[in-house]
């Protein structure tokens, strides 16, 4: 039996957060750091039990009367479930008609290398995006992800590169003290992103969109800050839910960084993974091969030391429920992503 849910059900979070593949983006919390978008979600119940959803994000695409969908890491059930996969197909549909939406896009939380998924998906008609080697998907398709299960800290020591070890030891013998603050500390985390943007090369996000993300969250969210002689010099964002932890958001100061203040950083957050009892600690984007790149290599090598796996995600999937409208709304597009990048420059 096919539902649709529109608001906060505890039900609803009850059956993501337990779920393997459930995850942040797939909660209605998630919604609340993206205001820009209303959330609906399509459930399917066997016996009168979940057995799977979809959690759906919903925009107007600019300059048309066309609505784009989109499903961060959907669906949540077993994905080899021919059956539930065709029924929450079969209800986006008709969410798509409700919507008037061109298309659905998701990015499912599933290995590249799960031929039986991919079969499942491409019978409905579902169409893969290209694999690509780099960040511009909406969600990354390579990520690093370590291993918590069964795991103690001294276990997650010994499978790090000693490097790692080492730096983690430096920074605190260096007095580097890691804290987990409030909003207080945004000003002061937010000075540290221009600092990395600029140094990077990236654009970042207004200091109201990490407000943002720390309210929505609340306790699923912690802004950890590393500081030295009383001055802020790192800061990390982490975001907890059901058994995974995530590292969103991270920078640093061009000063101090002798102290290796990120190795403790990430440290603490992989703690309090540990201690919440979460199997996986995701450390995001990272490129699909070793690159060439100095700034790329060194966030590769960075993310790689902890003992973290690199996992290719099967990518970016399209639902065309309109061919015509959506043809028009891929010539938009280009104009939403510039709207955008303007609105992430905006202080």
Not at 92 to 114: F, G, N, S, W, Y
Not at 188 to 210: E, N, Q, S
Not at 229 to 237: P, S
Request: aromatic share 10%; hydrophobic share 45%; with cysteine.
């Amino acid at each position: 039996m096919i539902e649709y849910l529109d608001g906060w059900s505890a039900e609803y979070e009850a059956f993501v957060a337990a779920h393997p593949k459930g995850t942040l983006f797939q909660s209605r919390l998630w919604s609340g750091v993206k205001p820009a978008w209303r959330w609906r979600a399509v459930l399917v119940r066997r016996g009168g039990e979940l057995c799977a959803a979809m959690a759906v994000l919903i925009r107007p695409v600019p300059g048309t009367p066309w609505r784009l969908l989109y499903a961060p890491r959907g669906p949540v059930c077993n994905t080899h479930d021919a059956a539930a996969l065709r029924e929450l197909t079969e209800g986006v549909r008709v969410l798509a008609r409700q919507e008037r939406a061109c298309a659905l896009k998701l990015d499912p939380d599933v290995p590249m290398e799960d031929a039986e998924f991919r079969a499942i998906m491409e019978r409905l008609d579902y169409r893969l995006a290209p694999e690509t080697g780099g960040f511009e998907r909406i969600q990354p398709q390579h990520v690093a992800r370590l291993d918590l299960c069964g795991k103690t800290k001294t276990d997650l020591l010994a499978g790090m590169k000693q490097k790692m070890r080492y730096n983690i030891r430096l920074a605190e013998r260096r007095g580097v003290e890691v804290r987990v603050c409030g909003a207080e500390a945004l000003d002061d985390f937010h000075a540290l992103m221009r600092v990395t943007g600029a140094r990077d090369g990236f654009c970042i996000r207004p200091k109201a969109y990490f407000a943002r993300m720390l309210d929505a969250l609340g306790a699923h969210a912690r802004l950890y800050m590393a500081y030295a002689d009383g001055a802020a010099i790192a800061g990390a964002i982490a975001a907890q839910y059901g058994n995974k932890t995530w590292y969103l958001y991270g920078a640093s100061a061009n000063v101090h960084r002798d102290k290796m203040p990120n190795y403790l950083l990430q440290w603490r957050m992989i703690e309090w993974a540990l201690e919440a009892g979460c199997d996986v600690y995701d450390f995001r984007g990272v490129a699909a091969e070793q690159p060439a790149d100095p700034a790329l290599a060194g966030l590769w090598r960075f993310k790689s030391g902890w003992g973290a796996a690199h996992v290719t995600f099967v990518g970016e999937y399209e639902l065309v429920v309109r061919p015509a409208a959506n043809a028009v709304v891929r010539r938009a597009l280009p104009v939403m992503r510039a709207a955008a990048l303007r609105w992430a420059n905006l202080k």
